[in-house]
């Protein structure tokens, strides 16, 4: 083989060794994008009451808007086949069960917001009382909050009244 060949042929061995590298990482990246997203796939919410009662509301707010939806649906077909026939009527037992359902709902979703607000209302009134302490400088509040006033010495406290000290 004269030399021309020899480059020819080692061009040529080059390049088949790079397409088969370059198969061989496509294969490995395919091969770690499924294992990648059957991890994915896989759900990963703790389970505890906190969730289950999310789990709940959630619920709750899609049986509210289907059962709303029924109800809006019946109401139009009351509506059409009235103008269309007159004679026609729609049960009206079913209409109110669903309303009823309706109002069920919204009472189980309203109660936590009312709970909520009475806690937060009890909160904000603490929040006042702490504050009025402060501003009274009460003796009560001294040790809970970092003091603005100079740290005074034993006899000169408020609870040690001046010239009392025992001698």
Do not use: C, H
């Not at 088949?16 to 490995?28: D, I, L, T």
């Not at 999310?54 to 009235?82: D, G, H, N, W």
């Not at 079913?94 to 209302?121: H, Y």
Request: aromatic share 2%; charged share 40%; proline share 4%.
């Amino acid at each position: 083989m004269n030399e021309e060949t020899a480059q020819a042929a080692t061009k040529i061995q080059a390049k088949f060794r790079q397409k088969q590298a370059a198969g061989e990482v496509e294969a490995k990246r395919k091969e770690k994008e499924l294992t990648t997203s059957a991890a994915d796939n896989e759900i990963d919410i703790p389970i505890d009451d906190e969730t289950a009662q999310a789990a709940t509301k959630i619920q709750a707010k899609f049986r509210q808007k289907q059962a709303a939806s029924e109800v809006e649906a019946m109401r139009k077909e009351k509506l059409k086949s009235e103008s269309v026939d007159g004679a026609a009527e729609v049960e009206p037992s079913d209409v109110d069960r669903f309303e009823t359902d309706v109002d069920i709902v919204q009472a189980e979703l309203a109660r936590p917001a009312d709970e909520i607000s009475e806690v937060e209302a009890m909160l904000k009134e603490k929040e006042k009382e702490q504050q009025q302490l402060v501003e009274d400088n009460s003796p009560k509040v001294e040790g809970m909050f970092g003091s603005k006033q100079e740290k005074r010495p034993m006899a000169v406290s408020p609870a040690i009244p001046e010239g009392d000290e025992e001698e």
